[in-house]
C-alpha cells in the first residue's frame, strides 16, 4: 500500500479531511499506515537539488564532529547525555543520510527520520550558538521537516494542524464569526467590571491591530478579555481583523511551508486592508516567529519584515508600563519568589532578552525575581516547543525532555514560573502536572490586571445608595 | 626528488588550495538565497557585516564565546593546536626564507624559541583532540574514518617538522617528507573538511549575518557570542 488513507503525501485541505483524520482517534490508523508509506526518492532528491543551497550543504560537509554541541541540547541533558543525542549526530544521521544517498532511503529510514525531527529536536536553535562553525542544527531540522512533510513522515496531530490553517486559516476550526462572537461575549462578560470596555472590529487605520492564537478563542476565551481590558485601561485605538486574526502556525511546526505561506499571507491582508500603524500579537512565542520573525519570508517579502511594524506582546506591555499607560499598585505587586520563561522564538530567535525583565521590574517586589541559569538567548527550551508538546505519539519523549526545565525551576526557589508563550506555558504546566514540584504558572496579561492602579474615570461608578 | 618536491609540486598545490578555495568560496556566497535562507542579507548590507563581524572574532578569541568558555579544556586544546596550524606555516623563519625565494616575498618571522613552543603546543593541543576522540561517547559516535584521516594530514607536517628541526636520524629525508606532507594538506584543503580552514569564514559569517539582520540584529540586540 504506498499510499494509505489516512497517511499519505496529500495535504489535507478540505474540512472533511479534518474531520475524517480526527476520527482516526491518536493516529492509530495513520501510523500503522505509515508503515508501508512509499518513499518517492526521485521527489526527494529533486527537493534536496533544488532547495539544499550551499549554507546547508556547508554546515552538513564541514561539521568537525567535535561534539561541542552536545551539552548545549537539553534533549541530550535530559537523556542522560545517550550520544544518539548529540545534534550533530541527530542531524547527520538523518539528513545527511539521506542527501549522502541522494534521497534512496527506506520507509523505515524515514519513520525514524521522523522520531527523530519532532522528538529529538525542538528546533529551539539552541546548539547553533555553540558550534565554533556556527552550524545552526535547529534550522536544519526545520527544514528536515519539510522533506519528511512532503514525503507524508509526519506526526499525526502535525499534519492536522497544518490542515487547520489550510482550511480555516487557524490552527483550529474556527471561523471568523466564531472568533468574532466570542471575542464580543468574552468582552460583555465583563462590560461591567470595566465600563466602556469594547472590541473594535475590523476599524481601520487604528494604532493596533492585535492578533491571537486560534487556542485562545477555543479554550481560553479569558485571554481575549484581558487583552481588551488592558488595550482599554491604556487608552489605546485598537482593533481585531475578522479574518487575518490567526498569528500561528502549526504549520511551520509541521514543515509545510505552502500552508506557512498561506497563513502569514492571511495576517499581512489584514495589515493592508486596515493600515493599523501596528501589530501586537499575543503572548505567543511561535507565532510572533511565524508572523514577524519567518512569515515575511514565506510571503516573499524581500525586506524580511511584515507590511506594518509588528511587535510581541512583551513589547508593548513593556512600552505601556514604561510611559505610565498602565500604573502598577505597588502594594500589589508579587512578592514571592518568581522566575521568567525566555521563549526560545523571541528571545534567542528575535533579541528580546530584557523587555519581559523590564516588565517584571514593574510587577515583582525588589529581591523576589529570581533568574534562572543559563538565561536570556541562553535560555534551555521549555521541553514543549516545536510542536512537541501537541505530539501525542511522542508524549513519553516530551515528558523526559520536561526534567532539565524542571530543574532549572527547582533551582531558583521560585513558586511562580511566568511565560508569557503558550507554548512554555503549556509545558510548565505539564511538568508540574508530571512532577508536582509546588509551582504555579502565569501568562503577564493576569497578573498585570490583578496589580493595575485603575484612574477613577474608568472604573464602575458606584450607585447611590 | 627535492627538486620537484619544493618546484612543480608547491607551485601546484599552492594553487590548487588557493584556487580550489576561491572557488569554493564564490560557490558559498552565490548559493545563499535571501528566500531559502530566509535572511535579507542584501537589504541590510551593514546589519550584515556587522553581524558577520561579531560571529567571527568573537569565536576567534579564546574563551571570548560562551560556548567556549562552557568547555575550558576543549578550548585549550583547540586554540593550543589551531595557533599552530596558523602561525608555524605562516610565520616560521625557515617556511619564510623558502617562500622569499620561491615567490619573492615573505611574512613577519617567529623566533626558534618561540616556534618551538608553539609547535609543542600545537602536538599537545593536537593530542587532546584525539584522545577525546578516543574517550567522549558524544564524540565518538561522530567520529568516523575522514575525521582521523584529517587528523593524520594535519599532524604530519607537525611531526616531520620537528624531527627535521631536531636533526632526528636523516635530515635529508624528514625534510622532503615534511615538505610532501605539508603539500599533501594544502592539495586537500578544498577537497575535504579541511576547507574549514577558509569556510570557516563563510559559515559564521552566514549564522552572524542572519542573526545580525533576522534573529535580533535589527531589534538592536546582537548576539551575546
Given amino acids: ?465 | 626528488m627535492h627538486a620537484f618536491l619544493t618546484g612543480p609540486l608547491f607551485y601546484i598545490s599552492l594553487a590548487v588550495c588557493l584556487g580550489g578555495m576561491i572557488f569554493r568560496f564564490y560557490k558559498y556566497f552565490t548559493g545563499l538565497s535571501w528566500q531559502l535562507d530566509r535572511v535579507a542579507y542584501k537589504e541590510y548590507p551593514m546589519m550584515g557585516l556587522k553581524g558577520a563581524w561579531r560571529s567571527i572574532y568573537k569565536w576567534l578569541i579564546p574563551y571570548g564565546t560562551y560556548g567556549w568558555r562552557q568547555q575550558p579544556v576543549m578550548a585549550a586544546a583547540f586554540f593550543a593546536f589551531h595557533i599552530g596550524a596558523v602561525c608555524i606555516p605562516l610565520f616560521l623563519a625557515g617556511h619564510n626564507v623558502f617562500l622569499k625565494e620561491k615567490l619573492g616575498f615573505s611574512l613577519p618571522m617567529l623566533g626558534a624559541c618561540a616556534a618551538d613552543i608553539i609547535s609543542w603546543l600545537a602536538i599537545a593541543g593536537l593530542c587532546v583532540l584525539v584522545l577525546r576522540r578516543l574517550v567522549l561517547p558524544e564524540v565518538r559516535i561522530l567520529t568516523d574514518r575522514k575525521d582521523w584521516g584529517v587528523l593524520l594530514l594535519s599532524f604530519l607536517p607537525f611531526a616531520t617538522g620537528l624531527l627535521a628541526r631536531y636533526q632526528v636520524g636523516d635530515y635529508g629525508l624528514w625534510l622532503n617528507l615534511h615538505i610532501l606532507s605539508g603539500e599533501l594538506v594544502l592539495l586537500a584543503i578544498p577537497f575535504t573538511k579541511l576547507s574549514h580552514v577558509f569556510l570557516f569564514f563563510a559559515s559564521r559569517a552566514q549564522l552572524g549575518m542572519d542573526f545580525g539582520i533576522k534573529r535580533g540584529g535589527l531589534k538592536g540586540t546582537p548576539m551575546a557570542w
Avoid at chain 1, 510587577?363 to 538565561?375: A, H, K, N, S, T
Fill in chain 1, 1 to 465: 500500500m504506498p499510499e494509505g488513507k489516512y497517511c499519505n503525501k496529500t495535504p489535507i485541505t478540505t474540512a472533511e479531511g479534518i474531520t475524517d483524520l480526527l476520527a482516526d482517534k491518536s493516529g492509530a490508523k495513520y501510523y500503522e499506515e505509515m508503515k508501508s508509506l512509499e518513499v518517492d526518492s526521485d521527489l526527494l532528491w529533486k527537493t534536496i537539488q533544488n532547495t539544499c543551497k550551499s549554507r546547508i550543504r556547508t554546515w552538513l560537509e564541514i561539521c568537525a564532529h567535535c561534539g561541542m554541541c552536545a551539552d548545549s541540547c537539553f534533549l541530550y541533558l535530559a537523556n542522560d547525555r545517550v550520544p544518539e543525542q548529540v545534534p550533530a549526530y541527530k542531524i547527520q544521521s538523518t539528513l545527511g543520510t539521506i542527501i549522502k544517498k541522494k534521497g534512496k532511503v527506506s520507509n523505515k529510514f524515514m519513520r525514524d527520520a521522523m522520531r527523530v525531527a519532532w522528538a529529538q529536536c525542538t528546533c529551539c536553535n539552541r546548539c547553533g550558538m555553540y558550534c565554533p562553525h556556527g552550524i545552526d542544527t535547529g534550522i536544519m531540522f526545520g527544514y528536515l521537516r519539510g522533506l519528511l512533510y512532503q514525503q507524508g513522515f509526519v506526526p499525526w496531530e502535525m499534519k492536522i494542524g497544518a490542515g487547520m490553517h489550510r482550511v480555516y486559516n487557524a490552527q483550529m476550526d474556527i471561523s471568523s464569526e466564531d472568533y468574532v462572537d466570542t471575542f464580543e461575549w468574552m468582552v460583555e462578560e465583563y462590560e461591567d467590571d470595566y465600563p466602556g470596555l469594547t472590541v473594535p472590529v475590523d476599524v481601520e487605520d487604528a494604532d493596533i491591530m492585535y492578533t491571537v492564537n486560534a487556542r485562545e478563542a477555543k479554550h481560553y476565551p479569558e485571554d481575549l478579555a484581558e487583552a481588551a481590558i488592558l488595550f482599554h485601561i491604556a487608552g489605546e485605538n485598537w482593533t481585531i481583523p475578522s479574518k487575518g486574526w490567526e498569528q500561528t502556525s502549526l504549520a511551520m511546526f509541521a514543515g509545510d511551508w505552502v500552508a506557512c505561506k498561506q497563513q502569514v499571507e492571511s495576517v499581512y491582508d489584514a495589515m493592508e486592508r486596515l493600515r493599523p500603524k501596528r501589530m501586537i500579537g499575543t503572548e505567543c512565542g511561535h507565532a510572533h516567529r511565524a508572523s514577524v520573525v519567518e512569515g515575511p519570508y514565506w510571503a516573499g517579502r524581500k525586506d524580511g519584515r511584515p507590511p506594518v511594524e509588528s511587535i510581541h506582546y512583551i513589547e508593548w506591555l513593556a512600552e505601556a508600563l514604561r510611559e505610565g499607560k498602565l500604573k502598577i499598585d505597588p502594594a500589589k505587586r508579587i512578592k514571592q519568589p518568581v522566575t521568567l520563561q525566555d521563549s526560545c522564538n523571541y528571545v534567542r530567535n528575535h533579541g528580546l532578552r530584557d523587555t519581559a525583565r523590564e516588565i517584571l521590574s514593574y510587577l515583582v517586589e525588589p529581591g523576589y525575581f529570581i533568574d534562572m541559569d543559563p538565561r536570556k538567548q541562553h535560555n534551555f527550551c521549555c521541553g514543549g516547543g516545536g510542536g512537541f508538546n501537541g505530539i501525542g505519539y511522542f508524549r513519553k519523549e516530551r515528558n523526559v525532555g520536561l526534567k532539565v526545565k524542571r530543574d532549572q525551576i527547582l533551582a531558583t526557589g521560585a513558586k511562580l514560573v511566568i511565560a508569557p508563550c503558550h507554548n512554555c506555558w503549556d509545558a510548565i504546566r505539564d511538568l508540574e502536572e508530571e512532577f508536582e514540584i509546588g509551582i504555579k504558572w502565569s501568562f503577564l496579561k493576569p497578573l498585570v490586571i490583578e496589580m493595575l492602579d485603575i484612574p477613577d474615570h474608568l472604573k464602575p461608578q458606584e450607585e447611590d445608595e
